[in-house]
């Protein structure tokens, strides 16, 4: 069974940077597209950015635009998310995940594994 792993989340001040991390473990991992979504305290799961798989396209939330950086190891199955400029509204527990079907990117729901989060906290 493919489990997907976060890692990098922590603690900085507004300006800061962090980069998060993200790789399967187990099973057989073949993906299309990965995203990198949060969820604040409170509030309701939001889309941050995605990466397709093959050609590399990306897509970012307008409010995140500028600042995150999505990449991907393929020959590591590997996904980052590199968070310049960091602002206490990005204050979030961020997980990633992974589309089997190329599908609606900005779509939780279409998405087939995911990670069990890492939090990342700005303070000001």
């Known amino acids: 069974q493919v489990q997907l792993v976060e890692s990098g989340g922590g603690r900085v001040q507004a300006g800061g940077s962090l980069r998060l991390s993200c790789a399967p473990s187990g099973g057989t991992f073949t993906t299309r597209a990965m995203a990198w979504f949060r969820q604040a305290l409170g509030e309701e799961l939001e889309f941050v950015a995605a990466i397709t798989w093959s050609l590399g396209g990306q897509l970012y939330a307008d409010s995140v635009k500028g600042r995150f950086t999505i990449s991907r190891d393929r020959s590591k199955n590997t996904v980052f998310l590199q968070m310049n400029g960091l602002r206490p509204e990005d204050t979030a527990e961020y997980y990633c995940?992974?589309?089997?079907?190329?599908?609606?990117?900005?779509?939780?729901?279409?998405?087939?594994?995911w990670g069990q989060g890492t939090q990342v906290t700005v303070s000001s």
């Open positions: 995940a992974s589309q089997t079907t190329l599908s609606t990117i900005r779509a939780p729901e279409k998405y087939d594994y």
